[in-house]
């Protein structure tokens, strides 16, 4: 495991390759975390690195949460994230982690929730096809049909896909590529869409996977590579 960070979703842009190859992005605001704990193998039986982010008003914060800032001599923080690590070495209270963690990173991992779209019928939700638009069918179009059986089992299972709460749910995007890092705007260009709206909170992490696939400017050094031999060979 590795320390991860926490960020804003900005929005959705595109970035021009050298090529002249137009890539969507998305731009994540990232925060910059303190750590407030280092935890040892002693301390608790694992090794692991307690980092605090997003500032927060000390009138939001209840006694004992209040009582654990002073103790540890910082500024209250809204959200903390336990990492575990194996080497706590260079990890020390007080520091603070950005976007730099990330410079040798090609891809990551990324969740975060989804738009709520609030309580949405069966078509929506689940992609049904509805009932027949004449012969018969009276108002009911948009319904999703039949849910039980009669007397055996005489039910509606559970898990049966009906209308209901749509979205707001946590999602993780696994292997997004990092096309480009602003380390002074502490902002971070990852390729494609990621869930959620404008200002949802995005936690980020290095890419669980292992991933042996090429980023776009790997595929492109190597096509360049590959003309040259070829033209090299006539």
């Known amino acids: 495991m590795s320390i991860g960070l926490i960020g804003t979703k900005i929005g959705m842009t595109r970035e021009f390759m050298e090529t002249g190859q137009?890539?969507?992005v998305t731009v994540i605001?990232?925060?910059?975390?303190?750590?407030?704990?280092?935890?040892?193998?002693e301390k608790r039986g694992y090794s692991a690195v307690?980092?605090?982010?997003?500032?927060?008003k000390n009138s939001k914060l209840t006694k004992q949460m209040k009582g654990y800032f002073s103790k540890k001599n910082t500024e209250p923080k809204k959200i903390l994230k336990e990492y575990r690590v194996e080497n706590l070495d260079q990890y020390k209270e007080g520091n603070?982690?950005?976007?730099?963690?990330?410079?040798?990173k090609k891809f990551l991992d990324v969740r975060s929730k989804t738009i709520g779209k609030g309580f949405a019928g069966a078509m929506?939700?689940?992609?049904f096809g509805g009932l027949r638009a004449s012969?018969?069918?009276?108002v009911s179009h948009r319904s999703h049909g039949s849910t039980g059986q009669r007397q055996d089992?005489?039910?509606v299972f559970k898990g049966k896909?009906?209308?209901g709460h749509m979205g707001d749910k946590s999602r993780t995007m696994l292997n997004l590529e990092i096309i480009k890092s602003d380390l002074e705007n502490n902002l971070i260009y990852l390729k494609g869409s990621i869930p959620g709206s404008k200002n949802s909170t995005v936690f980020l992490r290095e890419s669980v996977k292992r991933v042996t696939r090429k980023t776009i400017k790997e595929k492109h050094e190597a096509k360049v590579k590959a003309a040259a031999a070829k033209k090299g060979k006539k």
Not at 29 to 41: A, C, F, Q, T, Y
Not at 135 to 138: L, Q
Request: avoid cysteine; aromatic fraction near 8%; glycine fraction near 10%.
């Open 50 to 56: 307690k980092v605090g982010f997003f500032k927060i």
């Open 96 to 104: 603070e982690l950005g976007v730099e963690i990330f410079k040798d």
């Open 161 to 163: 896909k009906m209308a």
């Open 22 to 24: 137009s890539v969507p």
């Open 124 to 127: 929506k939700r689940w992609n």
């Open 29 to 41: 605001k990232v925060e910059k975390g303190r750590v407030l704990d280092v935890i040892s193998k």
């Open 153 to 155: 089992p005489g039910k």
């Open 135 to 138: 012969h018969g069918v009276s």
